[in-house]
């Protein structure tokens, strides 16, 4: 075949997939560039726990090595410390990419998949990337899944429902029975993903038991992560539990050596009975800032959405942009959705009070 010939100042321009070229940006928490609060990403606030940060220096030695492509001991110690089989585990690099692979594993090009909006940045991404078509359910006035809403959008066409719990941004559970009435409605083909990320910030006791709908439904999926509560947001372990015949399939579609060697032997630590230990007194201390905060934001005269994460939400419309800036300029970074909202993840007593005197001068 001969050489196209073209000139040599022509622009190449390769075509990208029309669902790649319209991807909305995943719009990360703003990164302080000096001295600034950054309530802006749902970290753990507190340093890496001593065993565990033990166990990552440790590893550092041995990263001229490629990790276990089956991430081994990580899957058997998730799964013993879940109480289910190992093949009912996949793990990979953070929650948001397990559902990628999730997703991945079972839409098909034109396959609906439905979720709440405003809920999680980052699912409509997948969605796209995925080669399925976003369905969005608007959340109601209080910042929860209209489940009703969201069973009544699933049609023929649907493949998945994302339902998150809490909800990011907005902080509300899904309550069990809502949950139990949304499965009995929906078809035992159409597979639902119940998004736990925050499960250990959680205190509201009609919120369902993950595990137990994921028993008695095997057109669930559960997805968890140890980078909030655990504090390894910057090692990316996240994991899904689901039946062995969904978990084969969804470690199929995983990237290969997907969960690095340090954050597998950082995950493995986490979970072991002396950091679970230091980690629950981090959890408490942070629910215990969560409802300071939310509080007084109430007896400012905001209405904050009951929240169950580690974070908190404020519905400012078209104030958004406008109130971020002034809180950015003050050195609080906080998470502005234009024309919704902020959410204000809990973070260090002094940044929480910061961001509590920016918040009374709103009003």
């Known amino acids: 075949m001969a050489p196209v010939d073209t000139p040599p100042d022509t622009p190449v321009t390769v075509p990208l997939r029309a669902a790649v070229?319209?991807?909305?940006?995943?719009?990360?928490?703003?990164?302080?560039?000096?001295?600034?609060?950054?309530?802006s990403s749902n970290e753990n606030p507190y340093p890496?726990?001593?065993?565990?940060?033990?166990?990552?220096?440790?590893?550092?030695?041995?990263?001229?090595?490629?990790?276990?492509?089956?991430?081994?001991?990580?899957?058997?110690?998730?799964?013993?410390?879940?109480?289910?089989?190992?093949?009912?585990v996949v793990v990979g690099n953070g929650s948001v990419a397990v559902l990628q692979h999730v997703l991945e594993a079972v839409v098909e090009p034109g396959d609906e998949v439905v979720f709440p909006w405003r809920s999680f940045e980052a699912y409509p991404i997948i969605t796209a990337v995925a080669g399925g078509t976003a369905v969005t359910v608007p959340v109601t006035s209080a910042g929860r899944l209209d489940l009703p809403a969201m069973a009544a959008?699933?049609?023929?066409?649907t493949r998945a429902v994302l339902v998150c719990t809490p909800?990011?941004?907005?902080?509300?559970?899904?309550?069990a029975d809502e949950l139990e009435t949304f499965l009995a409605t929906v078809r035992?083909?159409?597979?639902?993903?119940?998004?736990?990320?925050?499960?250990e910030f959680v205190r509201d006791p009609g919120s369902p038991d993950g595990l137990d709908v994921l028993r008695r439904h095997p057109n669930v999926v559960v997805l968890r992560t140890l980078s909030k509560a655990y504090g390894l947001a910057g090692l990316r372990v996240g994991y899904a539990l689901a039946a062995p015949r969904l978990a084969a399939g969804i470690r199929a579609t995983s990237t290969p050596?997907?969960?690095?060697?340090?954050?597998?032997?950082a995950g493995i630590a986490a979970l072991q009975p002396p950091a679970q230990v230091e980690m629950i007194e981090h959890v408490e201390a942070i629910v215990a800032e969560r409802t300071r905060v939310a509080d007084a934001l109430r007896e400012q005269g905001w209405?904050?959405?009951?929240?169950?994460?580690?974070f908190v939400w404020l519905g400012l419309g078209e104030r958004?942009?406008?109130?971020?800036?002034?809180a950015a300029a003050a050195g609080v970074l906080v998470r502005p959705f234009a024309g919704d909202g902020m959410r204000v993840s809990i973070g260090e007593v002094a940044a929480n009070d910061a961001f509590l005197a920016l918040a009374a001068g709103w009003r």
């Open 21 to 39: 070229a319209a991807l909305p940006a995943y719009v990360p928490g703003a990164r302080p560039s000096g001295r600034a609060y950054k309530l």
């Open 48 to 88: 890496p726990l001593p065993s565990v940060l033990a166990a990552i220096q440790t590893a550092a030695a041995e990263v001229n090595r490629y990790p276990d492509m089956y991430a081994t001991e990580l899957v058997e110690t998730i799964a013993g410390y879940v109480g289910v089989g190992a093949d009912q």
């Open 153 to 157: 959008a699933v049609t023929e066409r």
């Open 167 to 175: 909800n990011n941004p907005t902080g509300p559970v899904v309550h």
């Open 188 to 199: 035992r083909d159409v597979l639902v993903v119940v998004d736990e990320a925050y499960l």
């Open 257 to 265: 050596f997907g969960v690095n060697h340090l954050a597998q032997r």
């Open 303 to 310: 209405d904050v959405p009951e929240t169950h994460a580690n």
């Open 320 to 326: 958004t942009a406008e109130l971020a800036a002034q």
